[in-house]
């Protein structure tokens, strides 16, 4: 390498995901000589090909719902609601171009060097990156974080690399609205792009390995979601374990082989069986970076990688996988950065699962909870109970909380329902603040809100009811 030709800067962010385009814009208005290389979505997976796309779309399920419930609710609506494939996709491209413009404004507007191409370590916080118009730049950064996020895996079973499947970004193109469809995997990517295509009118078989959907969720929580899925006409199959795929000729249907021999077979299959960090083509070893068994990024509380001045946040880190988290993992690197203490210990990280309605999580669950040793108490209630979902004629779902028996602490919750994942930050903050449940409990809260409902669902502690509580109306 002749060190002539490597540009120097302030910091190097490879990879232009949440933390990295964060902490590249941040550091850029504040004077930094800042470069980020970002391979081919402007913006990151998440406007790209992750929850933005996602969301329009769970959007879009939830305009046909409220369509088919319209009727109950007093609006003719003439006529059956059917997607219309061409505009469903145009919805879903308008919102993600729309933010795409966005970014490459607000990245011209820091003052960063924004680089379109693929970087690779080629020696300490050192970069060698081949730009999307065919020119080859290397880059070493006084600072250097690594962003490169995650990619959807593929699991081994035999004939899946010819069998043309979906996967979570390829499913998005939506190039068409099968009758049919399997899909491989009960965590909440699968559980999401299940209850979607159901509402939109498919067919959809969803075949789970473990014996529950949502692995890391309590067990009646995880039933509840799929009796959910099963009412919007989800074929919900528990403790199946494929072992090949096949498409049939003709671009017929695929069928999936399980290890009793069984078979099951719909017009396209979606693999949603987990995500693999990308770090396999970065180069590592030339900038000193090591990667743990799972091939994701070795860092320590401080997101510091083992080459000094080499930072990695986000999915690609081993982060709690959402959005939200390597946001927070941009805040700790500008901590970091900048003279600051920050680490990831202790962080509460909550997530929604958007099905319709939502699975908002946050804590411990309450099988996490016993597993601590702790003495819990468990309040729960229908949200049938609560008068804001009675008016919207949603009244499907259960909200849990689980409360240290001994200190009154709230220690997680997992609400089912309507609005849960807007709810679910009112709990957050009650935790953060160290509220005793009684506090939120006796809190005055807006009526008819959802939130409201967190009234109800504390004062069963306090008073158990044997017909579900209802709050004044
Ligand atoms: C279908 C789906 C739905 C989701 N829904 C949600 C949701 O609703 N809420 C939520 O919080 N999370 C959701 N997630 C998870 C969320 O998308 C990720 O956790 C988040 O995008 C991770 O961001 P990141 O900062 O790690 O990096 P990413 O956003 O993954 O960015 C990494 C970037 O690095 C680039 N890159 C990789 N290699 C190189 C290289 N060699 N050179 C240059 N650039 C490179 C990539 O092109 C990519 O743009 C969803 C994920 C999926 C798959």
């Known amino acids: 390498m002749d060190d002539r030709n490597v540009e120097d800067v302030d910091l190097l962010v490879v990879g232009g995901g949440k933390a990295g385009k964060s902490l590249a814009m941040d550091r850029a208005k504040a004077g930094w000589n800042v470069v980020m290389v970002e391979r081919d979505k402007i913006g990151g997976t998440c406007i790209n090909v992750a929850c933005i796309p996602t969301k329009a779309l769970v959007g879009s399920a939830r305009a046909m719902t409220a369509a088919h419930r319209a009727a109950e609710m007093g609006v003719d609506i003439g006529g059956e609601p059917s997607i219309a494939l061409d505009r469903l996709r145009r919805h879903k491209e308008s919102v993600v171009d729309g933010m795409v413009a966005a970014h490459k404004k607000l990245f011209a507007d820091s003052g960063m060097d924004f680089v379109l191409g693929?970087?690779?370590?080629?020696?300490?916080?050192?970069?060698?990156?081949?730009?999307?118009?065919?020119?080859?730049?290397?880059?070493?950064?006084r600072d250097v974080v690594i962003n490169t996020g995650t990619t959807p895996s593929q699991p081994q079973l035999d004939g899946i690399a010819q069998a043309q499947i979906w996967n979570s970004e390829t499913v998005l193109r939506l190039e068409r609205l099968p009758e049919t469809m399997?899909?491989?995997?009960?965590?909440?990517?699968?559980?999401?792009?299940?209850?979607?295509?159901?509402?939109?009118?498919?067919?959809?078989?969803?075949?789970?390995?473990?014996?529950?959907?949502?692995?890391?969720?309590?067990?009646?929580?995880?039933?509840?979601?799929?009796?959910?899925?099963t009412g919007q006409g989800v074929d919900v199959r528990l403790g199946v374990r494929a072992t090949a795929v096949r498409r049939e000729p003709g671009h017929g249907d695929v069928v999936v082989t399980f290890r009793d021999g069984l078979e099951v077979r719909g017009q396209e299959l979606l693999v949603a069986t987990g995500r693999t960090p990308v770090t396999a083509d970065l180069g590592?070893?030339?900038?000193?970076?090591?990667?743990?068994?799972q091939g994701f990024v070795a860092v320590d509380d401080h997101?510091?990688?083992?080459?000094?001045?080499v930072w990695a946040a986000g999915d690609v880190a081993g982060s709690p996988q959402f959005t939200h988290a390597s946001w927070h993992d941009f805040r700790i690197l500008r901590a970091n950065l900048t003279g600051g203490d920050a680490v990831t210990t202790g962080r509460l990280v909550p997530y929604t699962v958007f099905l319709t309605p939502e699975l908002a999580r946050v804590g411990l669950t309450e099988a996490e909870a016993r597993a601590q040793g702790r003495r819990v108490r468990v309040a729960r209630i229908p949200v049938a109970a609560i008068p804001?979902?009675?008016t919207l004629h949603d009244t499907v779902g259960t909200w849990k909380a689980v409360v240290d028996a001994d200190t009154d602490q709230i220690l997680g919750a997992a609400l089912l329902g309507h609005s849960s994942g807007e709810v679910v930050s009112t709990i957050q903050v009650a935790m953060?603040?160290?509220?005793r449940y009684h506090q939120v409990r006796d809190a005055i809260l807006t009526h008819p809100t959802m939130s409201e409902g967190l009234n109800l669902l504390f004062d069963t502690l306090d008073h158990?009811?044997?017909q579900p509580p209802s709050a004044t109306s």
């Open 118 to 141: 693929t970087a690779r370590f080629i020696a300490e916080r050192t970069v060698e990156i081949r730009t999307s118009s065919g020119d080859t730049r290397m880059v070493r950064g």
């Open 182 to 229: 399997l899909v491989l995997g009960g965590g909440y990517i699968g559980c999401e792009f299940a209850s979607m295509f159901a509402t939109f009118g498919t067919r959809v078989t969803l075949l789970q390995g473990p014996g529950q959907l949502l692995a890391r969720e309590d067990p009646d929580v995880a039933e509840q979601v799929a009796d959910i899925l």
């Open 284 to 293: 590592l070893k030339a900038a000193g970076v090591a990667v743990t068994d």
């Open 303 to 309: 997101l510091r990688t083992t080459a000094e001045q």
């Open 388 to 390: 804001r979902a009675k």
């Open 432 to 435: 953060l603040g160290g509220l």
């Open 464 to 466: 158990p009811v044997r």
